[in-house]
């Protein structure tokens, strides 16, 4: 067995290593959330209200009644209510063909004007 003392020393080294990987831990964790911080004002400038509904229920810390309201309220920014389609009177327009279409019937129908001279035969000498 090892001495006690050594033991101790031992330990208090341990301990004195970890405590400063959690403190580099925790300056990275503190690093992380800023940078979510930040991305998060970003989304709200950027999208407003829209913005802010999406930060709310991606946010795993909120309680799920909490983000299923937000979800409910964002889901009008993101998927349009479908609508029936207009119909319109396109009365013109079939008046406009049925038009055109008439007029090139009867050009059809009527017979080619001839627009000649009548040309008198020259007296024969």
Do not use: W
Not at 66 to 80: L, M, P
Not at 89 to 96: G, I, K, P, T, V
């Amino acid at each position: 067995m090892a001495d006690p003392k050594e033991q101790l020393a031992r330990a208090v080294e341990i301990v004195r290593q970890q405590t400063v990987r959690i403190s580099e831990l925790e300056a990275e964790v503190s690093g992380h959330k800023a940078h979510i911080a930040d991305l998060e004002k970003a989304l709200v400038k950027e999208f407003g209200a829209h913005g802010l509904l999406i930060c709310q229920y991606s946010d795993p810390k909120l309680s799920d009644v909490a983000r299923r309201q937000a979800a409910a309220a964002a889901i009008a920014y993101e998927k349009a209510k479908l609508t029936a389609p207009l119909e319109h009177n396109h009365s013109f327009l079939f008046a406009r063909l049925e038009n055109a279409r008439l007029a090139k019937r009867q050009a059809k129908a009527l017979p080619p004007v001839i627009d000649a001279e009548v040309i008198e035969p020259e007296p024969a000498a």
